[in-house]
């Protein structure tokens, strides 16, 4: 993909839990030949455990610092033609919204509440969700994170209803308008 101007080509996916972010990086992958960085298994090959390992030993805490020194590594390497799917809590932090917006082609994969209860249901891997009502949590965790998403953005996609084949083609082509002026930025 052509790169222009001063915004890597990365195309780079944000999203709450259960919204395809691994599954539709790995499509990407596949259609376009980018190496894939995948936040989440990138932290857990370091750390040498699974995230949950990481809450419930040392912290919510020391899992942001991790995932946010993570990304101030991704974007000091300042490599071109990478997707990067990341966890669905990097946004939580100013900084790392603005790190992500420098690093490329910013996507939010979302889907209502009711779908991502469903996917995320029988997983046993997201800590936050390990609780009595995931419902509730997840209506919360939303409602505090929507519009960190929004902000940090420059494509929003409800993957609700499709293959995480259409959602690739679908990226792929607004991400070649985007690399060709960047300065159009948003395109919701
Ligand atoms: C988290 C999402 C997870 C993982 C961690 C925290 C979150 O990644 O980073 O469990 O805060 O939403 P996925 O979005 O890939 O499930």
Not at 89 to 118: M, T
Not at 166 to 181: N, V
Request: aromatic residues 6%; charged residues 25%.
């Amino acid at each position: 993909m052509q790169q222009t101007g001063s915004v890597p080509n990365n195309i780079i996916l944000i999203g709450f839990m259960g919204c395809g972010k691994s599954t539709v990086g790995r499509e990407l992958h596949r259609l376009l030949g980018y190496p894939l960085v995948d936040m989440d298994a990138l932290i857990e090959e370091r750390a040498g455990m699974p995230i949950t390992r990481i809450f419930a030993d040392d912290g919510e805490t020391k899992f942001r610092d991790m995932e946010s020194s993570l990304l101030e590594e991704l974007a000091q390497a300042r490599q071109s033609g990478h997707i990067i799917a990341t966890g669905g809590g990097v946004v939580g932090r100013p900084q790392n919204r603005e790190l992500l917006q420098r690093l490329g082609y910013v996507v939010w994969l979302c889907a209502p509440a009711s779908v991502i209860l469903n996917r995320t249901r029988n997983s046993g891997e997201r800590p936050l969700l390990l609780t009595e009502d995931p419902a509730t949590r997840i209506h919360k965790l939303l409602a505090e994170r929507e519009p960190w998403y929004a902000e940090t953005a420059h494509l929003k996609v409800d993957t609700a209803g499709l293959s995480s084949r259409e959602i690739a083609a679908g990226i792929l082509e607004s991400a070649r308008y985007f690399f060709a002026d960047p300065t159009q930025c948003k395109q919701r």
